[in-house]
């Protein structure tokens, strides 16, 4: 018999998959989330999850150029962009739903596409040469991304919060109230922080992202205690507290042990005991 032909190798499927692999995936799992407004609040943690993990990823691939102190800004507008696009959702539902009848939630979506669009335009102009001329590679995609990543993060934290994308119920409950500030800082959080937190030569994708992940395991955490305090919906936010106090405390404890294994060295401070 002639040689054995030899055997390829398997390929693995790994997580997170690289960049444009987890965008896709965390948009389609948004987006699903989004125009199904009467799903359970967990299941829309998931979308949150998801969509500010790609938003993360988003600053990551967008920052390691060399934005230096730009990278808490660009998390910062992310987020901005991401409040005007999810208010122009709601906006589009309240006006353009009627039209659609059961689907009346697809209206959101517009303002996920005009976000994009949005910041491509701002990333096109932040690279021209003869505007901002920054010259950082694929801003104008990582602005993009930015931009919807934001939009689906915060209509999805309406959702959980008012319990659907109804304009009048979302200005009540988390506009009037203030809780939209709060939001508003832990999602831009969950964006900016774990790349700022994990910058060095030692910087790795995985042990960034579960930052990111722990972040906003975190912020459905407190939205599940609002929906409890405002008795909103008990049962609703018992298991919004349940699950995101899982997503946070299992992955706080993988990046401790993240960090601490691939260190050079572990300097007790006194505050937390040092592992040996």
């Known amino acids: ?29 948004a987006v699903i989330i989004v125009i199904l407004p009467g799903l359970p609040a967990v299941l829309k943690a998931v979308g949150v999850i998801f969509a500010l993990l790609w938003g993360a990823d988003s600053v990551r691939k967008t920052s390691k150029y060399g934005l230096g102190t730009g990278v808490p800004s660009i998390g910062v507008l992310g ?30 979506l517009g303002g996920v596409l005009l976000m994009g669009v949005l910041g491509y335009i701002s990333g096109v102009f932040s690279n021209h040469e003869k505007i901002i001329a920054m010259k950082i590679p694929k801003l104008e995609r990582g602005m993009m991304e930015l931009g919807m990543a934001g939009t689906l993060a ?26 939209i500030a709060l939001m508003f800082v832990l999602s831009m959080m969950a964006m900016f922080h774990p790349y700022n937190a994990c910058l060095g030569p030692d910087e790795r994708r995985p042990r960034t992202l579960m930052s990111s992940v722990e972040i906003s395991g975190l912020l ?57």
Do not use: H
């Open 154 to 179: 915060m209509l999805l934290e309406f959702s959980i919060v008012a319990g659907s994308l109804n304009f009048a119920d979302v200005v009540d409950k988390a506009i009037n109230t203030g809780l």
């Open 220 to 276: 459905c955490l407190i939205l599940g205690i609002v929906l409890v305090a405002t008795a909103t919906s008990l049962w609703s936010g018992v298991s919004l507290i349940i699950f995101s106090a899982i997503v946070w405390i299992v992955f706080y404890v993988k990046f401790v042990k993240a960090c601490m294994r691939e260190s050079d060295s572990v300097v007790g401070t006194g505050l937390i005991k040092t592992i040996e």
């Open 79 to 108: 987020m901005g962009y991401g409040i005007v696009g999810a208010l122009l959702g709601i906006a589009f539902v309240k006006f353009m739903g009627p039209k659609l009848g059961t689907f009346s939630s697809v209206a959101a």
């Open 1 to 29: 018999m002639g040689e054995e032909e030899e055997k390829k190798p398997k390929a693995e499927f790994k997580f997170p998959p690289d960049e444009t692999g987890l965008g896709i995936i965390s948009a389609v799992i």
